[in-house]
């Protein structure tokens, strides 16, 4: 596949660096899609706004096939102070592109600058621009405000960066490629007193250490060692007690991952049997809330295989995995392969200077250098996919 043009190349290090300059968070993404909406427009791409308060969708048709696919970008940033110094470190004091979303966007106009230009495909593409990805909203935002109805699509991509993977490898699996993300939290409630006297009372923090220890036979007396790869952590309990004073109440709080939505039922079924055992055994009361924040990113096999198919093609066969192991981190794209067929693959950011800083760190910046790769997989699964 040939390169892009040195100009096109030109102009998406500008863009990119003019996105990192001004990074906006969450829903608030109104001058980052403003800005993405005016490049779609100067190609000659329709623009359809508000799809999920500021998300957009670009459509481009060439030819007349039936064919249609969605190729996702996330827009959003976060709110750390940057402590970069160079030329394109944040303006706006408190909130970065610390996730590498800039650059995600970047590369998907790009693609979106050269098919509006080649047209050599024959179906519909849809540029699909996300908002508040990081707190796991945004994916479900543009799917309740009707993405897949107003632009039906065969199936649907996305991409991300991970410092760490040499620049512009590609690394991807089939089936879950990340965890879910769920919260929990537990409210022991018993009766509190005087420390000299527990008999006359019942003492929530004895409860709430032995459902911290209950919890511990979940993920390794629940679930299967091969099948079920889960990871449950309390990491916070909380009492009102005083060093004199028994307790009335205790909170747990915790973190839980996993890989299959089937797994993640089992995790909050058994958990809460656990609890509400403990609890009556002892005589406590509980309230058990389990907070479900991003799904297991699940890729469809046929998706995953025409994703390796333009990678190899797009980056050289020796630039790509495409059988990793599953990541413990979780993506709100996720909520899009619940609804359609397709593929979420990582894109290695570098290990050096440049590009190997870790996602969510103050120090990181998007490599520029993998700008052109990420294009070029998105044209080239485009030209493969709609013949
Ligand atoms: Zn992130
Ligand atoms: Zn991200």
């Not at 991409?159 to 991807?172: D, E």
């Amino acid at each position: 596949m040939s390169r892009l043009s040195p100009a096109l190349l030109a102009d998406m290090t500008e863009w990119r660096r003019h996105l990192h300059r001004f990074p906006e968070c969450g829903f608030d993404v109104e001058q980052t899609s403003d800005f993405i909406a005016a490049r779609l427009e100067s190609f000659g791409i329709e623009v359809v706004r508000n799809i999920g308060h500021t998300g957009l969708v670009g459509v481009l048709r060439a030819g007349d096939g039936a064919g249609a696919i969605g190729l996702r970008a996330d827009m959003d940033a976060l709110h750390i102070h940057e402590k970069n110094s160079f030329a394109h470190r944040s303006q706006h004091e408190g909130r970065m592109h610390a996730c590498g979303h800039d650059g995600h966007s970047t590369m998907l106009m790009g693609a979106a600058a050269e098919l509006a230009q080649s047209r050599d495909f024959n179906g519909t593409v849809y540029f699909i621009f996300q908002p508040d990805e990081e707190h796991g909203k945004g994916a479900q935002a543009m799917i309740d405000a009707g993405l897949f109805e107003r632009f039906p699509m065969d199936a649907v991509y996305g991409l991300h960066n991970l410092p760490g993977l040499p620049a512009g490898s590609f690394t991807v699996r089939p089936g879950s490629l990340m965890a879910s993300e769920s919260s929990f939290e537990i409210v022991i409630g018993g009766t509190g007193g005087h420390a000299a006297m527990p008999h006359t009372g019942v003492d929530p923090l004895v409860v709430g250490a032995q459902v911290v220890v209950g919890l511990q036979t979940v993920v390794s007396r629940s679930l299967s060692a091969i099948h079920e790869t889960a990871v449950i952590s309390a990491t916070e309990f909380i009492t009102n007690g005083t060093v004199n004073v028994i307790p009335s109440e205790v909170t747990i709080k915790g973190d839980c991952r996993c890989f299959t939505e089937a797994t993640l039922a089992k995790i909050e079924q058994r958990m809460e049997a656990v609890v509400a055992g403990i609890c009556q055994a002892a005589g406590a009361r509980y309230r058990f809330e389990f907070i479900n924040t991003f799904y297991p990113t699940v890729n469809s096999a046929a998706e995953t295989q025409h994703a390796v198919s333009a990678a190899r093609a797009a980056l050289g066969n020796d630039m790509v995995n495409d059988s990793c192991d599953p990541f413990t981190i979780s993506e709100d794209f996720s909520s899009m392969l619940r609804v359609k067929p397709g593929c979420y693959a990582l894109l290695g950011n570098g290990t050096e200077s440049v590009g190997g800083c870790a996602l969510h760190n103050p120090n990181y910046d998007f490599n520029d250098g993998i700008l052109e790769s990420g294009a070029r997989y998105w044209i080239q699964l485009v030209r493969e996919q709609l013949r």
